[in-house]
Structure formats: C-alpha cells, structure tokens
C-alpha cells in the first residue's frame, strides 16, 4: 500500500513525518550470521503500513502482516499465473520469479511468531492509521486531530536507492528485529553495504 505523504494535525498545522518509510527483510533463519555485506538477492522488501507508536508518541512504520490465508492466496494466485501486489509486487516478474518471491514470503509467515514492530522501536505498542478508529490526538493540541496528507511526485528513472548516497534501509530480522542499516548498493555486484543498527530502548520509569 502507499503510505501517506506525511501526517498534519488539523488545528495546530503540526506535521509528522515518517523517520522510515522504506525497510527490507533478511529471511536467514539459522543461516550464517549477517558480515558487512549481503547480495540484493538476499533482501525483500517489507510490506508497511502507517501507524501511531505510543510509546514514542510519533508517526511510524509498523509491519504489514497479514494471516497465513493471505500468503497461501497470493501463492495460488502467483502459481496460476496472476500479479498479487501483497506481500509483493509482482506484476514486472516472471511466473517463476514471482512464485520464488511470493513463496519466500510464504515461508517466512509460517514460521514467524512475533507480533508486527512499530519501526521507530520494535514495539507493538502502537495504533494502526489506515483502519476506522477514533480521532487522533497529540500532546500540546486540545482541539486538532492528526489527517493524512498525500503528494503525487512524477516517475523517476534514474539510479536505485544507495547509488547516490546511503538509502539507510532498516534491515530486519525475520521476527522483526533490527539488525542493521542498508547504506550503499553496488550495482555491478548487487551488493548492499551493511552497518550495525539496533532498536533504542527505552528509559523504564
């Protein structure tokens, strides 16, 4: 899904931005443990969605996860043929390329036990932004209520994210963890640089 542009709270004009709006997963289970490099090959996009984190008292990013039924459906859907945009876009692949994305995915939601993460933490105390709920507040407005707000940009043809500078993609665990930052993609070897990065914690009053 799209995510809004940014998120403006209606009687102050306060805007809330995403700190991220991209991040990939490494699905690794018992594999080798993560260097300062991994193949492109090797990372997935994260399906995301818009939420409130609670504990932080921001906008963020909280993984998309939906039921098993939903994988095993795009798997289907995939095998036979068609384009499914969750857990991946798959319209510009092969049939075979698809089933291989779309069944990594599958994969990895059988096996997966935590809840999904708020990305600004790791934590799941947040409340989703793009369900019927009630009117968001935030702290120091009385009277004002946070409202998504989208932008349409033109289409860019030029380098992938990590050419031109470090893209600083969350990398994440298959629970969910963060594991590290994906910086700078070398597009003749498909090879993305890797930093270390972990969730703050926070001060436990």
């Not at 090797?42 to 990013?61: E, M, N, Q, S, Y």
């Not at 075979?96 to 990594?104: K, P, R, S, W, Y």
């Not at 799941?124 to 009277?143: E, I, T």
């Amino acid at each position: 899904m799209m995510l809004p542009s940014h998120y403006t709270c209606t009687s102050c004009g306060e805007n809330f931005e995403f700190a991220t709006r991209e991040a990939r997963y490494h699905f690794n289970r018992g594999g080798d443990p993560l260097g300062s490099q991994i193949s492109g090959a090797k990372v997935f996009h994260a399906p995301l969605r818009p939420g409130w984190c609670k504990d932080c008292a921001t906008i963020c990013t909280v993984e998309d996860i939906a039921t098993i039924r939903a994988f095993e459906d795009a798997y289907g859907a995939v095998k036979a043929g068609r384009a499914v945009e969750y857990p991946a876009e798959t319209e510009n692949l092969t049939r075979e390329m698809a089933m291989d994305e779309v069944g990594a995915f599958l994969r990895w939601r059988l096996e997966r036990r935590h809840a999904p993460r708020a990305l600004c933490c790791g934590g799941s105390n947040y409340q989703l932004l793009d369900v019927p709920q009630p009117l968001l507040k935030h702290a120091g407005c009385d009277f004002g209520v946070i409202e998504p707000r989208y932008f349409m940009s033109g289409p860019y043809n030029g380098p992938g994210p990590g050419a031109y500078g470090p893209a600083n993609f969350p990398l994440l665990s298959e629970e969910g963890d963060l594991i590290g930052l994906l910086t700078w993609f070398d597009q003749e070897t498909g090879l993305w640089k890797v930093t270390a990065a972990e969730y703050p914690v926070h001060d436990q009053d």
